[in-house]
């Protein structure tokens, strides 16, 4: 059984109701589990202390968000991402930010006492969040936080983000260390959301060539995404030898996501974890630490991740959620949702014409970034 | 933005006395292809790889050797700029006299070097790309007060503009990109367009909206 870190509070990470990022989601996923009748074995972690949060962010920064938590006026935070329409202030948004930085930083302090090896943290993922700057719904780096103290370890660190946001946040943090291996798969930044994740950023100095983005084209389907994810990752691995892979599965490249251009399906994602899942075993004895991330549409985040929960405890995938859990979140939502676990039909496509045009600069893509970073590996 | 901002400095230079090999040999190690030739403070010409290439070669009347004095081959009629000029006027003058740099003097003084490479960083600073931003492309009728809305529709949004690049596509029609300070431009696009107005990136999806923020 794959351990599921898992803390009630984590719901308190809550900018409001018209917020994307929503603590419903978390509670969709947990009350399915529930409905499924394999809700998992929990571990509950403490939350992350000040001294852990500086072991990424600065101390300015930290005041700051300490200071909006306890509502004083802050007439400098627009300059630290704070009270922005992505990071809007609420009380408590510290020490809930805090609680989830916590749940990764305990996976990872599992992994490197080898009390562990797969570990799934039920929340987290904020991959915007900058040394000195709240960005895209992020407050406190929980992954980069948990990093450290993976390479504190003696660790090498593979980190592959697959949320359709490049994981910028996280590649900066580490863009000057060679123990640490950045690889994100994202909309391109020319169209998204934060603009930045291209080929050519490689890492700097000690870093140069262990920073890898794979920027991929508006309206990417399911064939495309994986192929050029087997062009890529598998032997990026090989290159970089790692002892533990750190995961971002944010669901957001969904074709329903209402923030983002991509057109996976639930097929593509659960191809995606088995895959990752196999890599692990076949790269670092399994030792894996995966986080949730972005996914802004209820319906197909929630059973993306019941996936990803059922995929790494290897139960069987049923075909149709429990009725009673549907009708209720249906009601509560006030939309409909997919009755069954995987999507029912096949997404509103572009021609086909421009799905081999947009397949084509993907392949281009890959090519070009691997042969760009060979260059620095071999 | 002002050549001030984009250019350069300090400045590596170059004595008229010294010879074609000294100054390939600076161009090679800092790896430059232009330095300004100096004589007791003042400005007194410049010389470019090109201009070392040109001289020395096999396919020159009477090469130079390479002893020759940068104050044989360099040029001496120096375009330059001052830091206070918008850097458009150093890509016009740039692009009109078709040279690579420009040496930016305050008085007599060479205080920076603006080149090619610095004006598109400028480009990039210019587009909001360094920060993290998504990006809005709208289409607005080229009249007086269309941009003004566009503005207020998105401020009314609460979301702040960090960049605008537009150009007429027509006499009629002014196309507009934005850098916006968030993730959420889909959502900020569909409330322009219930405002009127022609978004074309992000586009509109057949199945918006779906299942999201809930509305009890």
């Known amino acids: 059984m794959v351990p599921v870190v898992y803390h009630p509070d984590y719901l308190s990470y809550n900018f409001g109701p018209e917020h994307p990022f929503s603590p419903l989601r978390l509670e969709m996923l947990w009350t399915l589990l529930e409905a499924l009748d394999c809700r998992p074995h929990v571990l509950c972690p403490p939350v992350a202390s000040r001294a852990d949060v500086l072991r990424v962010h600065t101390e300015t920064y930290v005041a700051r968000v300490e200071a909006a938590s306890q509502g004083e006026p802050l007439p400098d935070a627009e300059a630290f991402g704070l009270g922005t329409p992505d990071v809007p202030i609420f009380l408590g948004m510290d020490h809930a930010a805090r609680t989830l930085v916590g749940g990764t930083l305990h996976a990872a302090r599992l992994l490197t006492t080898g009390k562990a090896t797969t570990l799934l943290q039920l929340g987290g993922g904020f991959h915007h969040a900058h040394p000195n700057r709240a960005s895209g719904f992020c407050i406190y780096n929980d992954l980069s936080i948990a990093i450290r103290v993976l390479t504190e370890a003696g660790l090498r660190v593979a980190y592959i983000d697959i949320d359709v946001h490049h994981g910028d946040g996280v590649q900066a943090i580490h863009y000057h260390e060679d123990t640490v291996l950045t690889i994100s798969l994202h909309e391109s930044g020319q169209y998204l959301f934060p603009g930045t994740g291209f080929i050519d950023e490689i890492g700097e100095g000690r870093g140069q060539g262990f920073s890898l983005n794979v920027p991929l084209q508006p309206f990417t389907d399911d064939a495309s995404y994986l192929e050029t994810f087997e062009r890529v990752v598998p032997h990026a691995l090989v290159m970089f030898r790692p002892d533990v892979l750190v995961i971002q599965c944010g669901a957001d490249a969904h074709f329903k996501d209402p923030l983002a251009d991509l057109l996976l399906t639930t097929r593509a994602y659960e191809q995606l974890f088995r895959r990752l899942k196999a890599l692990a075993a076949e790269h670092t004895g399994s030792r894996a630490l995966f986080t949730l991330g972005g996914g802004y549409d209820f319906d197909a985040t929630t059973r993306i991740w019941a996936l990803l929960y059922l995929i790494l405890q290897d139960l069987p995938l049923p075909d149709r959620l429990p009725p009673d859990w549907r009708v209720a979140w249906e009601q509560r939502l006030g939309c409909p949702l997919t009755p069954t676990l995987h999507d029912p039909s096949e997404p509103l496509s572009v021609s086909p014409a421009r799905r081999h045009q947009i397949a084509q600069q993907n392949v281009q893509t890959a090519q070009r970034l691997m042969d760009m970073i060979s260059y620095y590996w071999y | ?216």
Not at chain 2, 1 to 25: C, K, S
Not at chain 2, 114 to 138: C, H, K, M, N
Request: proline letters at 9%.
């Open chain 2, 1 to 216: 933005m002002l050549i001030r901002d984009v250019m350069h400095y300090p400045v590596e230079t170059v004595a008229p006395q010294a010879t074609l090999a000294e100054a390939y040999r600076i161009m090679q190690q800092k790896g430059f292809r232009h330095l300004p030739v100096v004589e007791a403070g003042r400005l007194v010409g410049i010389v470019t790889d090109r201009d070392l290439r040109l001289a020395t070669s096999a396919l020159h009347p009477h090469p130079f050797p390479p002893e020759a004095r940068v104050a044989d081959v360099m040029q001496r009629r120096v375009i330059t700029a001052a830091p206070h000029d918008p850097i458009e006027e150093a890509a016009r003058l740039m692009r009109r006299q078709r040279i690579g740099c420009l040496p930016v003097l305050e008085g007599e003084v060479l205080i920076g070097m603006v080149t090619a490479t610095d004006l598109l960083e400028a480009l990039l600073r210019l587009t909001g790309a360094d920060q993290p931003s998504g990006r809005l492309e709208v289409q607005l009728a080229h009249l007086p007060g269309r941009l003004a809305a566009l503005a207020t529709a998105i401020a009314a949004q609460q979301v702040n503009v960090l960049s605008i690049l537009s150009y007429a596509e027509s006499p009629q029609w002014l196309r507009v990109v934005l850098r916006v300070d968030t993730n959420r431009t889909h959502p900020l696009a569909e409330a322009l367009r219930r405002e009127g107005f022609d978004v074309i990136w992000p586009p509109r999806k057949p199945w918006f909206p779906s299942s999201t923020i809930p509305t009890t």
